[in-house]
């Protein structure tokens, strides 16, 4: 006998939105100590506020994926891995990238509107913040190459990129092979 577990997709759906609400929480008390007049990082690197959204970022992920809503799974998957590279040091909050980060919520929030009525995406709407999650995402694996001249260019032509992965590269979600993918484009 098989289970529908299409009966499980009002509970992903509540739960996600109360994750959502809590990461936009988060993610507000992150901008607001970017912007004090004295900026203070220390809920841009406080662990339990940075472990709180991306714990919101990979259940959504990992539910989206569970029940084939496949905007919602590759969304959250980027944005996932940038979360991940904010957790492990590589990459600093700062207001751009906290102002991201909430634009993510507003855009996980439609991808979980569509799913949920089975209307279709607007791919603009959501491929402009997804395509400034890749860049800055991608940002510090291009300034760790070095560019190097070719005589009579006056440019870089060619990077040395040194790809040292971790061991727990898998069990965070990162895939190298589209990093790999997306440097040869």
């Not at 259940?59 to 996932?80: M, N, P, R, Y």
């Not at 760790?144 to 006056?154: E, I, Q, Y």
């Amino acid at each position: 006998m098989a289970i529908d577990i299409r009966q499980f997709h009002q509970t992903f759906f509540d739960e996600s939105q109360e994750g959502l609400v809590s990461m936009e929480s988060a993610l507000l008390l992150i901008e607001q100590g970017l912007s004090a007049t004295q900026p203070s990082a220390a809920a841009a690197t406080d662990p339990e506020v940075l472990n709180t959204i991306f714990r919101v970022v990979h259940s959504i992920k990992g539910g989206a994926s569970t029940f084939g809503f496949g905007w919602v799974a590759d969304f959250s998957h980027l944005l996932e891995t940038l979360l991940d590279d904010v957790r492990a040091g590589s990459r600093r909050v700062d207001r751009h990238t906290a102002g991201l980060l909430l634009r993510s919520v507003d855009c996980l929030r439609i991808l979980l509107a569509n799913a949920r009525s089975g209307k279709p995406v607007n791919a603009a709407a959501i491929e402009e913040v997804n395509a400034e999650l890749e860049t800055l995402h991608l940002t510090p694996l291009r300034a760790a190459g070095s560019g190097v001249a070719v005589a009579g260019t006056g440019g870089p032509r060619a990077w040395h990129i040194r790809f040292l992965p971790k061991p727990g590269l898998f069990f965070s979600g990162n895939d190298p092979l589209r990093v790999l993918r997306e440097l040869s484009a």
